[in-house]
Protein backbone atom coordinates (compact mmCIF):
# COMPACT_ATOMS: atom_id res chain seq x y z
CA UNK A 1 0.00 0.00 0.00
CA UNK A 2 1.18 3.74 -0.70
CA UNK A 3 0.14 6.37 0.53
CA UNK A 4 1.20 9.42 -0.94
CA UNK A 5 2.44 13.08 -0.38
CA UNK A 6 1.24 16.13 -2.60
CA UNK A 7 3.42 16.54 -5.63
CA UNK A 8 6.69 18.72 -4.94
CA UNK A 9 6.74 17.82 -1.01
CA UNK A 10 9.12 15.59 0.74
CA UNK A 11 10.25 13.96 3.64
CA UNK A 12 13.66 14.71 5.05
CA UNK A 13 15.25 11.71 7.26
CA UNK A 14 17.71 11.74 9.53
CA UNK A 15 21.41 12.16 7.67
CA UNK A 16 20.35 15.15 5.23
CA UNK A 17 18.37 16.44 8.40
CA UNK A 18 21.98 17.06 10.17
CA UNK A 19 23.35 18.86 7.37
CA UNK A 20 20.61 20.76 6.61
CA UNK A 21 20.47 21.63 10.44
CA UNK A 22 23.95 21.93 10.26
CA UNK A 23 23.44 24.32 7.62
CA UNK A 24 20.56 26.36 9.00
CA UNK A 25 22.91 27.38 12.55
CA UNK A 26 25.68 28.40 10.38
CA UNK A 27 23.20 30.94 8.76
CA UNK A 28 21.60 31.96 11.59
CA UNK A 29 24.65 32.50 13.39
CA UNK A 30 25.98 35.14 10.76
CA UNK A 31 22.36 36.62 10.58
CA UNK A 32 22.58 37.13 14.32
CA UNK A 33 26.29 38.19 14.73
CA UNK A 34 24.71 41.36 12.09
CA UNK A 35 22.35 41.95 14.34
CA UNK A 36 19.40 40.33 12.51
CA UNK A 37 16.91 38.88 15.36
CA UNK A 38 15.29 35.95 14.21
CA UNK A 39 11.21 35.99 13.33
CA UNK A 40 8.89 33.44 13.03
CA UNK A 41 5.70 34.41 11.15
CA UNK A 42 2.73 31.88 10.54
CA UNK A 43 3.04 29.61 7.19
CA UNK A 44 -0.76 30.53 6.48
CA UNK A 45 -1.76 34.25 5.92
CA UNK A 46 -4.76 35.79 4.47
CA UNK A 47 -5.24 35.85 1.00
CA UNK A 48 -5.72 39.37 0.94
CA UNK A 49 -2.51 39.92 2.63
CA UNK A 50 -0.30 37.90 0.70
CA UNK A 51 -2.06 39.78 -2.48
CA UNK A 52 -0.79 43.42 -1.08
CA UNK A 53 2.57 42.37 -1.53
CA UNK A 54 2.56 41.17 -4.93
CA UNK A 55 -0.03 42.90 -7.03
CA UNK A 56 0.18 40.58 -9.30
CA UNK A 57 -1.10 38.03 -6.83
CA UNK A 58 1.01 35.09 -8.90
CA UNK A 59 3.15 33.49 -6.21
CA UNK A 60 0.54 32.47 -3.59
CA UNK A 61 -0.20 29.15 -5.32
CA UNK A 62 -2.09 27.44 -2.45
CA UNK A 63 -5.14 28.93 -1.41
CA UNK A 64 -7.94 27.94 0.67
CA UNK A 65 -10.99 28.71 2.72
CA UNK A 66 -11.14 28.22 6.54
CA UNK A 67 -13.80 27.63 9.10
CA UNK A 68 -15.65 31.15 8.55
CA UNK A 69 -15.00 31.26 5.40
CA UNK A 70 -11.79 33.29 5.06
CA UNK A 71 -9.44 33.21 2.00
CA UNK A 72 -6.47 31.71 3.53
CA UNK A 73 -2.93 31.14 1.39
CA UNK A 74 0.02 29.51 1.70
CA UNK A 75 2.70 32.26 1.72
CA UNK A 76 4.97 32.32 -1.36
CA UNK A 77 8.50 33.94 0.20
CA UNK A 78 8.78 35.57 3.25
CA UNK A 79 9.32 39.10 2.80
CA UNK A 80 5.47 39.85 2.75
CA UNK A 81 4.27 38.50 5.93
CA UNK A 82 7.53 39.93 7.09
CA UNK A 83 6.01 43.39 5.94
CA UNK A 84 2.92 43.25 7.47
CA UNK A 85 5.19 41.94 10.50
CA UNK A 86 6.86 45.45 10.81
CA UNK A 87 3.79 47.71 10.30
CA UNK A 88 1.39 46.03 12.62
CA UNK A 89 4.06 45.07 15.45
CA UNK A 90 6.38 47.71 14.94
CA UNK A 91 3.72 50.55 14.20
CA UNK A 92 5.33 53.23 16.40
CA UNK A 93 8.98 52.26 16.46
CA UNK A 94 11.51 53.80 15.67
CA UNK A 95 13.21 52.21 12.77
CA UNK A 96 15.75 50.68 11.43
CA UNK A 97 14.72 47.02 11.99
CA UNK A 98 16.52 44.09 11.37
CA UNK A 99 15.13 40.61 10.96
CA UNK A 100 16.15 37.26 10.00
CA UNK A 101 14.31 33.82 8.90
CA UNK A 102 14.26 30.63 8.07
CA UNK A 103 11.09 28.84 7.43
CA UNK A 104 9.22 27.15 3.94
CA UNK A 105 7.30 28.70 1.41
CA UNK A 106 5.13 27.63 -0.74
CA UNK A 107 5.30 27.99 -4.87
CA UNK A 108 3.53 25.80 -7.71
CA UNK A 109 6.46 25.36 -9.68
CA UNK A 110 7.53 22.57 -11.56
CA UNK A 111 8.82 19.99 -9.11
CA UNK A 112 12.96 19.33 -9.73
CA UNK A 113 16.35 18.78 -8.43
CA UNK A 114 16.60 21.70 -5.20
CA UNK A 115 13.57 23.34 -6.33
CA UNK A 116 10.26 21.74 -4.68
CA UNK A 117 7.17 23.34 -4.17
CA UNK A 118 7.48 23.49 -0.68
CA UNK A 119 11.34 25.08 0.34
CA UNK A 120 12.94 26.14 2.42
CA UNK A 121 14.00 29.68 2.48
CA UNK A 122 16.62 31.59 4.97
CA UNK A 123 17.33 35.42 4.73
CA UNK A 124 17.30 38.54 6.41
CA UNK A 125 15.49 42.04 5.95
CA UNK A 126 16.68 45.56 6.44
CA UNK A 127 13.25 47.95 6.73
CA UNK A 128 14.52 51.59 7.43
CA UNK A 129 17.49 51.96 6.01
CA UNK A 130 17.73 53.76 2.45
CA UNK A 131 20.04 52.97 -0.98
CA UNK A 132 22.97 52.80 -1.63
CA UNK A 133 24.05 52.12 2.59
CA UNK A 134 21.03 50.03 3.22
CA UNK A 135 21.33 47.33 0.06
CA UNK A 136 25.47 47.55 0.40
CA UNK A 137 24.79 46.43 4.15
CA UNK A 138 22.50 43.44 3.28
CA UNK A 139 24.64 42.08 0.62
CA UNK A 140 27.55 42.38 3.11
CA UNK A 141 25.40 40.07 5.46
CA UNK A 142 24.42 37.64 2.50
CA UNK A 143 28.31 37.67 1.29
CA UNK A 144 28.94 36.89 5.11
CA UNK A 145 26.54 34.28 4.55
CA UNK A 146 27.92 32.56 1.67
CA UNK A 147 31.64 32.58 3.50
CA UNK A 148 30.08 30.58 6.31
CA UNK A 149 28.93 27.81 4.43
CA UNK A 150 31.25 27.05 2.25
CA UNK A 151 30.53 28.74 -0.83
CA UNK A 152 33.65 31.05 -0.99
CA UNK A 153 33.05 30.89 -5.07
CA UNK A 154 29.62 31.79 -4.90
CA UNK A 155 29.22 35.36 -6.87
CA UNK A 156 26.32 37.84 -6.20
CA UNK A 157 24.48 39.37 -9.18
CA UNK A 158 23.87 43.33 -9.07
CA UNK A 159 21.30 44.75 -11.08
CA UNK A 160 18.53 47.19 -11.47
CA UNK A 161 15.18 46.39 -10.92
CA UNK A 162 13.77 49.92 -12.01
CA UNK A 163 15.94 50.67 -15.23
CA UNK A 164 13.53 49.13 -17.82
CA UNK A 165 10.29 50.03 -16.22
CA UNK A 166 11.55 54.03 -16.56
CA UNK A 167 13.39 53.44 -19.85
CA UNK A 168 10.36 52.30 -21.16
CA UNK A 169 8.64 55.25 -20.22
CA UNK A 170 11.05 57.20 -21.26
CA UNK A 171 10.60 55.66 -24.64
CA UNK A 172 7.06 56.51 -24.58
CA UNK A 173 6.25 53.13 -24.52
CA UNK A 174 3.24 52.02 -22.68
CA UNK A 175 0.81 49.36 -22.09
CA UNK A 176 0.67 46.16 -23.37
CA UNK A 177 3.67 47.29 -25.70
CA UNK A 178 5.66 47.92 -22.35
CA UNK A 179 4.13 44.65 -20.31
CA UNK A 180 5.43 42.67 -23.02
CA UNK A 181 8.40 43.77 -23.32
CA UNK A 182 9.13 43.23 -19.38
CA UNK A 183 7.57 40.07 -20.01
CA UNK A 184 10.22 38.97 -22.56
CA UNK A 185 12.83 40.26 -20.22
CA UNK A 186 11.47 38.36 -17.55
CA UNK A 187 11.47 34.81 -19.02
CA UNK A 188 14.98 35.70 -20.48
CA UNK A 189 13.82 35.65 -23.94
CA UNK A 190 16.12 37.80 -25.80
CA UNK A 191 14.77 36.15 -29.31
CA UNK A 192 11.50 37.37 -28.79
CA UNK A 193 13.21 40.90 -27.44
CA UNK A 194 14.39 41.26 -30.75
CA UNK A 195 11.53 40.69 -32.24
CA UNK A 196 8.98 43.11 -29.71
CA UNK A 197 11.46 46.04 -29.69
CA UNK A 198 11.34 45.58 -33.59
CA UNK A 199 7.86 46.45 -33.57
CA UNK A 200 7.86 49.63 -31.27
CA UNK A 201 8.85 51.71 -34.14
CA UNK A 202 11.77 53.42 -32.19
CA UNK A 203 14.97 54.77 -33.62
CA UNK A 204 17.93 53.08 -34.38
CA UNK A 205 19.57 54.47 -31.44
CA UNK A 206 17.18 53.58 -28.65
CA UNK A 207 16.35 50.27 -30.47
CA UNK A 208 20.49 49.74 -29.83
CA UNK A 209 19.52 50.74 -26.20
CA UNK A 210 16.79 48.03 -25.32
CA UNK A 211 18.91 45.39 -26.82
CA UNK A 212 22.45 45.76 -25.89
CA UNK A 213 21.80 46.47 -21.74
CA UNK A 214 20.26 43.25 -21.34
CA UNK A 215 23.61 42.14 -21.95
CA UNK A 216 26.06 44.28 -20.55
CA UNK A 217 27.02 42.18 -16.91
CA UNK A 218 30.38 42.20 -15.44
CA UNK A 219 32.37 44.94 -13.56
CA UNK A 220 32.53 48.55 -13.09
CA UNK A 221 33.27 49.01 -16.90
CA UNK A 222 29.47 47.67 -17.53
CA UNK A 223 28.88 51.17 -15.84
CA UNK A 224 30.64 52.90 -18.38
CA UNK A 225 29.59 51.21 -21.31
CA UNK A 226 26.14 51.86 -20.38
CA UNK A 227 26.38 55.50 -20.14
CA UNK A 228 27.78 55.05 -23.80
CA UNK A 229 23.87 54.29 -24.81
CA UNK A 230 22.78 56.87 -23.19
CA UNK A 231 19.13 58.40 -22.07
CA UNK A 232 18.54 59.72 -18.19
CA UNK A 233 16.67 56.51 -16.96
CA UNK A 234 20.04 54.84 -18.06
CA UNK A 235 22.00 57.58 -16.26
CA UNK A 236 19.80 56.95 -13.38
CA UNK A 237 19.84 53.45 -12.73
CA UNK A 238 23.75 53.44 -13.17
CA UNK A 239 24.11 56.16 -10.78
CA UNK A 240 22.07 53.97 -7.85
CA UNK A 241 24.17 51.12 -9.01
CA UNK A 242 27.70 52.97 -9.26
CA UNK A 243 26.77 54.54 -5.44
CA UNK A 244 25.86 50.52 -4.75
CA UNK A 245 29.20 49.46 -5.91
CA UNK A 246 31.12 52.05 -4.21
CA UNK A 247 29.49 51.29 -0.75
CA UNK A 248 30.03 47.71 -1.28
CA UNK A 249 33.63 48.65 -1.90
CA UNK A 250 34.12 50.24 1.18
CA UNK A 251 32.40 47.18 3.29
CA UNK A 252 35.23 44.85 1.08
CA UNK A 253 32.30 42.63 -0.92
CA UNK A 254 32.34 44.43 -4.39
CA UNK A 255 35.00 41.59 -5.45
CA UNK A 256 32.25 38.90 -5.45
CA UNK A 257 29.93 41.33 -7.31
CA UNK A 258 28.78 40.90 -10.95
CA UNK A 259 26.74 44.10 -11.85
CA UNK A 260 24.11 42.74 -14.52
CA UNK A 261 22.25 44.81 -16.22
CA UNK A 262 19.73 42.26 -17.90
CA UNK A 263 18.92 40.86 -14.23
CA UNK A 264 15.14 41.21 -13.61
CA UNK A 265 13.14 39.05 -10.91
CA UNK A 266 9.80 37.86 -11.66
CA UNK A 267 8.70 39.13 -8.18
CA UNK A 268 6.75 42.73 -8.78
CA UNK A 269 7.50 44.38 -5.67
CA UNK A 270 11.25 45.13 -6.35
CA UNK A 271 12.49 48.75 -7.01
CA UNK A 272 16.01 49.77 -7.48
CA UNK A 273 19.08 47.17 -6.82
CA UNK A 274 18.19 43.49 -7.46
CA UNK A 275 20.72 41.01 -6.83
CA UNK A 276 20.64 37.11 -7.32
CA UNK A 277 23.37 34.46 -6.33
CA UNK A 278 24.89 32.08 -8.36
CA UNK A 279 27.94 29.09 -7.61
CA UNK A 280 29.64 27.86 -10.39
CA UNK A 281 29.01 24.40 -8.93
CA UNK A 282 25.61 24.02 -9.47
CA UNK A 283 23.18 25.21 -12.84
CA UNK A 284 20.44 27.14 -10.59
CA UNK A 285 20.22 30.43 -8.63
CA UNK A 286 20.88 29.98 -5.39
CA UNK A 287 18.45 32.75 -3.83
CA UNK A 288 18.35 36.56 -4.73
CA UNK A 289 16.73 39.52 -2.85
CA UNK A 290 17.27 43.58 -3.27
CA UNK A 291 15.53 46.44 -2.41
CA UNK A 292 11.42 47.14 -2.55
CA UNK A 293 10.96 50.08 -1.17
CA UNK A 294 7.30 50.55 -2.00
CA UNK A 295 6.30 47.37 -0.49
CA UNK A 296 5.84 48.76 3.15
CA UNK A 297 3.61 51.83 2.16
CA UNK A 298 1.16 48.73 1.05
CA UNK A 299 0.84 47.85 4.78
CA UNK A 300 1.04 51.24 6.00
CA UNK A 301 3.87 51.97 7.12
CA UNK A 302 6.20 53.54 4.10
CA UNK A 303 9.69 52.92 4.64
CA UNK A 304 12.88 51.87 2.39
CA UNK A 305 13.71 48.36 2.98
CA UNK A 306 16.01 45.53 1.29
CA UNK A 307 16.64 42.21 2.10
CA UNK A 308 17.64 38.83 0.39
CA UNK A 309 16.61 34.87 1.06
CA UNK A 310 18.65 31.94 -0.15
CA UNK A 311 17.14 28.55 -1.39
CA UNK A 312 18.50 26.51 1.57
CA UNK A 313 18.29 23.23 -0.67
CA UNK A 314 20.13 24.40 -3.44
CA UNK A 315 22.64 25.81 -0.67
CA UNK A 316 23.10 22.37 0.45
CA UNK A 317 23.11 21.00 -3.14
CA UNK A 318 25.82 23.42 -4.00
CA UNK A 319 27.76 22.41 -0.53
CA UNK A 320 27.53 19.01 -1.82
CA UNK A 321 29.15 19.62 -5.51
CA UNK A 322 31.95 21.89 -3.68
CA UNK A 323 33.07 19.49 -1.70
CA UNK A 324 32.60 16.81 -4.48
CA UNK A 325 34.68 19.12 -6.60
CA UNK A 326 37.11 19.68 -4.42
CA UNK A 327 37.48 15.81 -3.48
CA UNK A 328 38.50 15.59 -7.46
CA UNK A 329 40.88 17.71 -7.27
CA UNK A 330 43.00 16.72 -4.39
CA UNK B 1 40.46 9.22 -30.00
CA UNK B 2 37.97 8.09 -27.66
CA UNK B 3 35.58 10.99 -26.73
CA UNK B 4 36.25 11.75 -23.13
CA UNK B 5 33.39 11.70 -20.92
CA UNK B 6 34.92 12.84 -17.33
CA UNK B 7 34.01 15.33 -15.53
CA UNK B 8 30.64 14.85 -13.88
CA UNK B 9 27.58 16.92 -15.04
CA UNK B 10 28.42 19.45 -12.81
CA UNK B 11 31.80 20.18 -13.08
CA UNK B 12 31.11 23.48 -14.76
CA UNK B 13 34.12 25.33 -13.47
CA UNK B 14 36.63 25.89 -16.54
CA UNK B 15 36.98 23.90 -19.20
CA UNK B 16 35.50 23.74 -22.54
CA UNK B 17 31.80 25.32 -22.26
CA UNK B 18 29.42 22.38 -22.77
CA UNK B 19 27.04 22.63 -26.11
CA UNK B 20 23.41 20.63 -26.26
CA UNK B 21 23.02 19.55 -29.72
CA UNK B 22 20.12 18.51 -30.94
CA UNK B 23 20.19 14.86 -32.73
CA UNK B 24 17.75 14.61 -35.50
CA UNK B 25 16.43 17.13 -37.69
CA UNK B 26 18.42 19.66 -36.61
CA UNK B 27 21.27 18.17 -36.26
CA UNK B 28 23.14 18.82 -40.08
CA UNK B 29 22.26 22.37 -39.00
CA UNK B 30 23.16 22.75 -36.20
CA UNK B 31 27.13 21.07 -37.24
CA UNK B 32 27.30 23.52 -40.38
CA UNK B 33 26.82 26.65 -38.26
CA UNK B 34 29.70 24.98 -35.87
CA UNK B 35 31.75 24.72 -38.70
CA UNK B 36 30.76 28.30 -40.08
CA UNK B 37 32.40 29.20 -36.46
CA UNK B 38 35.69 27.24 -36.24
CA UNK B 39 34.61 24.12 -34.37
CA UNK B 40 35.98 21.34 -35.44
CA UNK B 41 32.62 19.00 -35.56
CA UNK B 42 34.41 15.87 -37.69
CA UNK B 43 33.84 13.78 -34.37
CA UNK B 44 30.74 14.31 -34.15
CA UNK B 45 29.65 14.01 -37.53
CA UNK B 46 31.34 10.31 -37.68
CA UNK B 47 29.29 6.97 -37.29
CA UNK B 48 30.31 6.92 -33.31
CA UNK B 49 27.78 5.59 -31.26
CA UNK B 50 29.38 8.22 -28.15
CA UNK B 51 27.24 10.59 -26.66
CA UNK B 52 29.76 13.52 -25.91
CA UNK B 53 32.65 14.64 -28.45
CA UNK B 54 35.35 17.07 -27.60
CA UNK B 55 35.54 20.16 -29.67
CA UNK B 56 38.39 22.39 -28.73
CA UNK B 57 36.53 24.69 -27.22
CA UNK B 58 33.14 23.37 -27.15
CA UNK B 59 32.56 20.15 -25.68
CA UNK B 60 29.46 18.78 -27.67
CA UNK B 61 26.51 16.84 -25.46
CA UNK B 62 24.37 15.54 -28.37
CA UNK B 63 20.74 14.73 -27.45
CA UNK B 64 17.29 14.44 -28.33
CA UNK B 65 16.12 17.58 -29.09
CA UNK B 66 12.81 18.08 -26.55
CA UNK B 67 16.29 17.19 -23.93
CA UNK B 68 18.04 19.92 -24.36
CA UNK B 69 16.03 22.78 -22.61
CA UNK B 70 16.34 19.64 -19.86
CA UNK B 71 20.05 19.45 -19.89
CA UNK B 72 20.42 23.53 -19.91
CA UNK B 73 18.01 24.62 -17.46
CA UNK B 74 20.20 22.39 -15.09
CA UNK B 75 23.50 23.28 -15.68
CA UNK B 76 24.71 20.11 -17.63
CA UNK B 77 25.02 21.81 -20.09
CA UNK B 78 25.88 25.52 -20.51
CA UNK B 79 24.27 26.11 -24.26
CA UNK B 80 22.37 24.50 -26.34
CA UNK B 81 20.42 24.17 -29.70
CA UNK B 82 16.90 23.59 -30.21
CA UNK B 83 14.16 23.77 -31.66
CA UNK B 84 11.45 27.24 -31.33
CA UNK B 85 9.15 24.44 -31.14
CA UNK B 86 10.54 22.57 -28.06
CA UNK B 87 11.01 25.65 -26.17
CA UNK B 88 7.16 26.58 -27.06
CA UNK B 89 6.08 23.65 -25.23
CA UNK B 90 8.39 23.30 -22.26
CA UNK B 91 8.02 27.33 -21.66
CA UNK B 92 9.10 27.17 -18.25
CA UNK B 93 12.18 26.03 -18.48
CA UNK B 94 13.72 28.69 -16.94
CA UNK B 95 16.33 29.36 -20.00
CA UNK B 96 17.94 32.27 -21.71
CA UNK B 97 17.16 32.46 -25.54
CA UNK B 98 19.72 34.41 -26.89
CA UNK B 99 20.25 33.86 -30.68
CA UNK B 100 17.33 32.55 -33.82
CA UNK B 101 19.74 30.60 -35.89
CA UNK B 102 17.55 30.49 -38.53
CA UNK B 103 17.68 27.22 -39.74
CA UNK B 104 15.06 24.48 -39.20
CA UNK B 105 12.51 26.86 -40.41
CA UNK B 106 9.00 25.19 -39.79
CA UNK B 107 5.76 26.30 -38.97
CA UNK B 108 3.64 25.14 -36.19
CA UNK B 109 0.05 24.31 -37.16
CA UNK B 110 -3.12 23.53 -36.92
CA UNK B 111 -4.39 21.02 -39.54
CA UNK B 112 -7.54 19.17 -40.34
CA UNK B 113 -9.24 16.82 -43.00
CA UNK B 114 -9.41 18.80 -46.67
CA UNK B 115 -12.56 20.15 -46.61
CA UNK B 116 -13.75 18.59 -43.62
CA UNK B 117 -16.06 20.75 -41.00
CA UNK B 118 -15.52 18.61 -37.96
CA UNK B 119 -13.46 20.68 -36.39
CA UNK B 120 -15.40 23.98 -36.26
CA UNK B 121 -18.61 21.57 -35.72
CA UNK B 122 -17.60 19.77 -33.02
CA UNK B 123 -16.92 23.39 -31.51
CA UNK B 124 -20.08 23.90 -32.06
CA UNK B 125 -22.38 21.20 -31.21
CA UNK B 126 -20.09 19.54 -28.66
CA UNK B 127 -17.96 22.25 -27.18
CA UNK B 128 -14.98 21.49 -27.85
CA UNK B 129 -12.56 20.24 -30.77
CA UNK B 130 -10.81 17.24 -30.21
CA UNK B 131 -6.62 17.83 -31.00
CA UNK B 132 -4.29 15.00 -31.32
CA UNK B 133 -0.67 16.46 -31.17
CA UNK B 134 2.85 15.89 -29.43
CA UNK B 135 2.64 19.48 -28.16
CA UNK B 136 -0.08 19.26 -25.53
CA UNK B 137 1.19 22.16 -23.25
CA UNK B 138 1.33 24.48 -26.53
CA UNK B 139 -1.68 23.14 -27.91
CA UNK B 140 -3.74 23.94 -24.36
CA UNK B 141 -2.14 27.39 -24.08
CA UNK B 142 -2.75 28.60 -27.50
CA UNK B 143 -6.19 27.85 -27.73
CA UNK B 144 -6.64 28.99 -24.59
CA UNK B 145 -5.35 32.03 -25.11
CA UNK B 146 -7.61 32.48 -28.32
CA UNK B 147 -10.85 31.74 -26.11
CA UNK B 148 -11.83 28.33 -27.17
CA UNK B 149 -11.41 24.93 -25.99
CA UNK B 150 -9.63 22.07 -27.25
CA UNK B 151 -9.79 18.43 -26.57
CA UNK B 152 -6.10 17.64 -26.43
CA UNK B 153 -5.33 14.18 -26.91
CA UNK B 154 -1.39 13.67 -26.62
CA UNK B 155 0.02 10.79 -28.85
CA UNK B 156 3.69 10.09 -29.94
CA UNK B 157 3.90 8.40 -32.91
CA UNK B 158 2.78 9.79 -36.24
CA UNK B 159 0.20 12.62 -35.44
CA UNK B 160 -1.31 12.55 -39.17
CA UNK B 161 -2.73 9.41 -38.00
CA UNK B 162 -5.21 10.58 -35.66
CA UNK B 163 -7.89 12.91 -37.88
CA UNK B 164 -7.93 9.99 -40.47
CA UNK B 165 -9.35 6.97 -38.25
CA UNK B 166 -11.32 9.42 -36.07
CA UNK B 167 -9.31 9.97 -32.80
CA UNK B 168 -9.45 13.39 -33.31
CA UNK B 169 -11.21 15.97 -35.72
CA UNK B 170 -7.72 18.25 -36.12
CA UNK B 171 -4.07 18.33 -35.19
CA UNK B 172 -1.36 20.52 -34.36
CA UNK B 173 2.28 19.91 -35.24
CA UNK B 174 5.20 20.76 -36.42
CA UNK B 175 5.05 21.30 -40.86
CA UNK B 176 8.26 21.97 -43.09
CA UNK B 177 7.33 21.53 -46.94
CA UNK B 178 3.70 20.45 -45.80
CA UNK B 179 4.48 16.85 -48.21
CA UNK B 180 3.13 14.69 -44.90
CA UNK B 181 -0.05 17.03 -44.93
CA UNK B 182 -0.75 16.47 -48.48
CA UNK B 183 -0.07 13.10 -48.84
CA UNK B 184 -2.67 12.48 -45.92
CA UNK B 185 -5.21 14.51 -47.04
CA UNK B 186 -4.98 17.13 -44.65
CA UNK B 187 -4.56 20.58 -44.65
CA UNK B 188 -3.55 23.64 -42.46
CA UNK B 189 -6.71 25.71 -40.88
CA UNK B 190 -4.62 27.97 -38.90
CA UNK B 191 -1.10 28.94 -38.33
CA UNK B 192 0.28 29.15 -34.77
CA UNK B 193 3.68 30.11 -34.82
CA UNK B 194 6.96 29.91 -37.28
CA UNK B 195 9.46 27.61 -35.64
CA UNK B 196 13.42 27.57 -36.48
CA UNK B 197 16.73 27.01 -34.43
CA UNK B 198 17.34 28.69 -31.37
CA UNK B 199 20.92 28.93 -29.14
CA UNK B 200 19.69 28.71 -25.70
CA UNK B 201 21.88 28.88 -22.38
CA UNK B 202 22.01 27.88 -18.76
CA UNK B 203 21.35 30.95 -16.34
CA UNK B 204 24.05 31.35 -14.06
CA UNK B 205 26.57 30.07 -17.01
CA UNK B 206 25.17 33.30 -18.65
CA UNK B 207 26.12 35.01 -16.07
CA UNK B 208 29.21 33.01 -14.68
CA UNK B 209 30.62 32.39 -18.01
CA UNK B 210 29.85 35.70 -20.05
CA UNK B 211 32.56 36.52 -21.72
CA UNK B 212 33.25 32.88 -23.29
CA UNK B 213 29.12 33.05 -24.08
CA UNK B 214 28.96 36.35 -25.25
CA UNK B 215 32.18 35.65 -27.78
CA UNK B 216 30.61 32.61 -28.99
CA UNK B 217 26.97 34.19 -29.51
CA UNK B 218 28.90 37.26 -31.33
CA UNK B 219 30.75 35.06 -33.98
CA UNK B 220 27.34 32.37 -34.06
CA UNK B 221 24.86 35.93 -34.88
CA UNK B 222 28.03 37.16 -37.43
CA UNK B 223 28.03 33.45 -39.15
CA UNK B 224 24.51 33.34 -39.51
CA UNK B 225 23.49 36.67 -40.29
CA UNK B 226 21.04 36.37 -43.24
Known amino acids: MTNPIPPGTRDILPDEMRELRALQSALSEVFERHGYGEVRTPTIEYGEVLARGDERGAPAAYRFFDESGELLAMRADMTVPIARLVAGRFADEEPPFRFSYVGAAYRAIRPQRGQMREFLQA ?177 GRPLPAAGFALYLERVHIAQAEEERLAREKA | MRASVSGGVAAREGGALKLALPRGALFEGSLDVLDRVGIDTAQARGDSRALVFDAGELRLVTMRPSDVPTYVEAGAADVGITGKDVLLEQHDRAVYELLDLGFGACRMVLAGRRGDESLAEGERRLGAMRIATKYPRMTERHFAGSGRQPEVIEVKGSVELAPLVGLADGIVDLVDTGRTLAENDLEVVEEIAPCTARLVANRVAHKLRSAEIDDLVGRIREATRR
Request: glycine share 16%; net charge negative; aromatic share 4%.
Open chain 1, 123 to 299: GVELVGADAPEGTAEVMEVLSAALDAVGLTRAVIGLGDADLYRQLLDELGVAGDRRQAVLDRLATHDLVGLEAEVGSLGLGDAERETLLRLPGLRGGAEVLTQARELGGGAVERATARLAATFEALGARGVADRVRLDLGLLRDLGYYTGAIVEVYDPAIGHVLGGGGRYDELMGRF
